[in-house]
């Protein structure tokens, strides 16, 4: 139980264009996700908090119009990436609340923008 | 704001052996959580504690949760090759639901055969 998947699991894009990742909780619902930033050999950065049914609450120093959020169902959220540019090559990951505190991880998804 | 020291770095031990890594924090915690992450990956949740001196086992995984509240331990007993990877431990000081979680660097766990 407790399973996240993301899609895609990586993508290429061309300098300002946008991208859409899709957060899923397959086996469960989850009123809240959020979306992380991880560069190589770092920890998890938070991005936003991302919650059923409302808008996104960003971190300080996220952009909220260059980083999209959308939680349409208590499965699915989505990151968009706009007008990306070769510094917001990254790996993106969600994760999902199932219970109190616990966050369940999808895969991630590497973004390389050239 | 909230910090949550792991050190060091790095660990290598070798195969068989146990090991044993901690989490510190400066405030106080209501939750301690301990993931694994491989390369590539996103983290797996192990082990998750909620009351102050919980010690809770997962297979051959044990974590404890402090009583100060102020730091966390995850230990590893018999170690196999498949538990290389970054392992992370992550709180939460807040008594709301679905709350935010501070993560620690994380600790990268090498196992020599």
């Known amino acids: 139980g407790a399973v996240v998947s993301q899609h895609p699991s990586w993508v290429i894009c061309k300098s300002g264009t946008s991208v859409k990742i899709e957060c899923r909780s397959l086996d469960f619902q989850a009123t809240t996700m959020f979306w992380y930033r991880q560069f190589p050999k770092q920890s998890l950065m938070l991005m936003a908090t991302?919650?059923?049914?409302?808008?996104?609450?960003?971190e300080q120093g996220v952009e909220k119009d260059k980083f999209l959020i959308n939680h349409a169902s208590l499965t699915l959220s989505t990151l968009t990436v706009t007008s990306a540019h070769p510094e917001d090559s990254s790996f993106y990951i969600c994760s999902a609340v199932l219970v109190s505190y616990e966050q369940y991880f999808g895969p991630g998804t590497r973004l390389t923008v050239t | 704001g909230q910090q949550l020291n792991q050190s060091p770095q790095s660990m290598f031990i070798q195969e068989g052996e146990d090991v044993s890594m901690n989490c510190t924090s400066s405030?106080?915690?209501?939750?301690w959580l301990w993931y694994k992450q491989d390369p590539g990956e996103g983290p797996v949740l192990l082990i998750a504690l909620y009351k102050a001196g919980e010690l809770t086992s997962n297979g051959r995984l044990t974590a404890q949760f402090g009583i100060t509240r102020k730091d966390s331990f995850l230990n590893i007993s018999a170690s196999i090759p498949s538990d290389v990877g970054i392992y992370f431990c992550?709180?939460?000081?807040?008594?709301?639901?679905?709350?935010?979680?501070?993560f620690g660097k994380g600790i990268t766990l090498s196992v020599r055969p």
């Open positions: 991302s919650n059923e049914g409302s808008k996104a609450t960003y």
């Open positions: 992550a709180g939460t000081s807040y008594t709301g639901a679905n709350s935010k979680l501070t």
């Open positions: 405030s106080i915690f209501n939750t």
